[in-house]
């Protein structure tokens, strides 16, 4: 009887210690704005949940739209957004205090594709905030949009983000002519070649790292890749995204780079699905 009793409270306080030093990590997603196959936010929110639980510690939890439940908030160490544009979704809400707080408490930010965005170009106030917290942002105040097939090359091959991924080649809608923060260090590229035949191809960063000034060791990561789903059926891909939310969230991303295995079923979409 005593040793059940000592196991029982040995497990109790190692689940303790587990739920104690788990990192929480939060991935929003909002209804699909685009033709099928692309834009898939809640269900790409998934897909990484899935990836990120393969690394010990780590607790992911997916909400559609921001969580009406403050208890999913709490303890949050990264939010992540694959959605519609993030600056109206993080700021333009009554929970954008909320927000604030967990930005000025070191919780990371990691914003996918159209969640690097401001919806409304004319809004300056909204878009200087969130370049703030982001270090990088797509509008269409400044900004373009492109399709195409290219490589992505790695910046900083010795950052965390590109762990145990090269050779990587997407075709994706590029975001042009992003706007950076000074202290935004550029991790990843594209070249877009021009409509024009004596134009050569014109570098666009796709992926950057911000260690935020102004929180308790906040970082941010950005990466305008991710049109289409089929992108998400890459295991390069996953990690190269995988890595960068880990990276947020203070944890460890190992030299291979952080597991993201998935099977073919987990990428059918309910309409594939028998």
Known sequence: ???????????????????????????????????????????ECRLLAKCLRQTAGVEAIVSEGWPTNSTAVEGVDA?????????????????????ETLLNSGA???????????????????SRRYLARL????????????????????????HPICRGWSDLEVR???????????????VLKVRVKSDKPDVPPKEQVVGWAYERPDSRGGRSYGNTLGHFHELFADEKFRKMIVNGILWTA?????????????????????????
């Open 1 to 43: 009887a005593v040793v059940g009793m000592a196991s029982t409270a040995s497990a109790a306080d190692s689940q303790k210690h587990r739920k104690e030093t788990a990192k929480k990590i939060l991935l929003i997603g909002t209804p699909p704005d685009h033709p099928p196959g692309t834009h898939l936010y809640v269900t």
């Open 79 to 99: 939010i992540v957004l694959y959605s519609n544009p993030g600056a109206e979704l993080l700021f333009a809400g009554d929970h954008a205090e909320t927000v």
């Open 108 to 126: 990371g930010l990691v914003a996918l594709h159209w969640s690097t965005g401001v919806g409304d170009k004319d809004n300056a106030e909204l």
């Open 135 to 158: 270090g990088g942002l797509f509008s269409f105040a400044f900004s373009g949009l492109a399709f195409a097939q290219t490589p992505v090359e790695r910046l900083a091959p010795d």
């Open 172 to 186: 994706d809608e590029i975001y042009l002519n992003l706007k950076f923060l000074p202290e935004a260090k550029p």
């Open 250 to 274: 203070h944890c460890d991303v190992p030299a291979g780079g952080a597991p993201c295995k998935l099977e073919a079923d987990d990428l059918k979409l309910d309409a594939e699905k028998k």
